[in-house]
């Protein structure tokens, strides 16, 4: 199967990372006319400033079709480890989420690199302990931001993950235990099995995301699969989780799930997150999306949680 939309730009086509307004072309110009408007998110803003120096397709978004996330709201309680990562100047949590996260202990939060690339520790706050945007919850500071050091945007964000200090301990809801290794992870979720993705980030193209916390299954493709699609063109790694469904496209993250688990069984049944959510096409859903592999980072993942 090939990208429907075939759009190209330095020789391939364009891939987004899952942030909520990711994909707009012009984004020094709209981060200007933002920067004075009220109530505008500074992450949000930022991301998108850095994403700017990422090539861009041509053409107009606005031009192509859309494709649901297809999920479904996850029962009440159900991922009581997942996060949101919020702008703590806005008191807002709908309006201040821009990216998800994972709690792997109780005073560390696993999210993605380019969520919080050139961010302080003071601008962002961790909701945790609801499944809504709308009610309950708390909020925790953040004391410390450590993003990979192999971190790069290309090719395909390599190195997408990060982790946050909170400044205090939460202590009544269970972490998400995490891969220690490409072998476990590689045990927990095969090659063609199911996996699940979840967050806050839009439903559609060019749509809000829900108040409420969405789930989608999705099949774990090979890395040679995956880079037999024109999008990737050989260029992910075994340091990234491939998932979607080649035979029934449609069920993906989208903008705003950004730095959310990817997770799978193991043979306790007991939930395990393998990945962690980076990028993929334009169009949501429209071939499978890859996320940075959890067992190949978890040495350096274990060092930042073991630290002061």
């Known amino acids: 199967m090939k990208p429907t939309f075939g759009l190209k730009s330095a020789g391939r086509p364009f891939v987004h ?35 700017s120096a990422v090539p861009q ?10 494709t649901v996330v297809d999920g479904k709201p996850a029962k009440p309680g159900k991922w009581p ?36 690339q ?10 945790v302990g609801t499944q809504s945007l709308v009610e309950g919850g ?33 202590t009544d809801i269970a972490p998400v235990v995490y891969a220690g290794s490409t072998a476990q992870d590689d045990a927990i979720a095969p090659d063609n099995s199911r996996t699940t993705v979840m967050g806050w980030g839009a439903l559609a193209w060019n749509k809000d995301g829900p108040e409420v916390l969405y789930q989608a299954p999705l099949v774990r493709n090979t890395i040679d699969e995956c880079n037999g699609l024109s999008l990737y063109n050989g260029e992910l790694t075994a340091n990234h989780v491939c998932a979607g469904d080649l035979q ?19 043979g306790n049944g007991k939930t395990v997150q393998i990945g962690v ?23 350096w993942i274990k060092q930042q949680v073991a630290k002061p």
């Open 138 to 170: 708390r909020r925790i500071n953040v004391t410390r931001v450590t993003v990979n050091p192999g971190f790069t945007a290309d090719p395909f964000l390599e190195g997408d993950v990060a982790v946050l200090r909170l400044a205090e301990a939460v």
């Open 248 to 266: 029934n496209p449609g069920k993906s993250a989208c903008y705003g799930d950004s730095g959310g688990p990817l997770v799978g069984k193991d």
């Open 17 to 51: 990372a899952f942030l909520w307004f990711a994909a707009v072309a012009s984004m020094p110009a709209l981060a200007a006319e933002e920067a004075a408007s009220p109530g505008v998110n500074p992450h949000r803003l930022r991301v998108q400033q850095w994403l």
């Open 277 to 299: 959510v980076s990028g993929g096409p334009r169009v949501c859903g429209d071939v499978p999306g890859y996320f940075a592999r959890v067992g190949a980072y978890a040495k």
């Open 57 to 66: 397709a041509e053409g107009s978004a606005a031009t192509e079709a859309t």
């Open 118 to 127: 050139g961010a302080t520790a003071n601008s962002i706050q961790v909701l």
């Open 81 to 116: 480890f997942m996060v949101s990562l919020v702008d703590k100047s806005n008191s807002n949590n709908y309006a201040a989420h821009f990216c998800g996260g994972s709690l792997i202990d109780s005073k560390n939060v696993l999210t993605a690199a380019h969520c919080v």
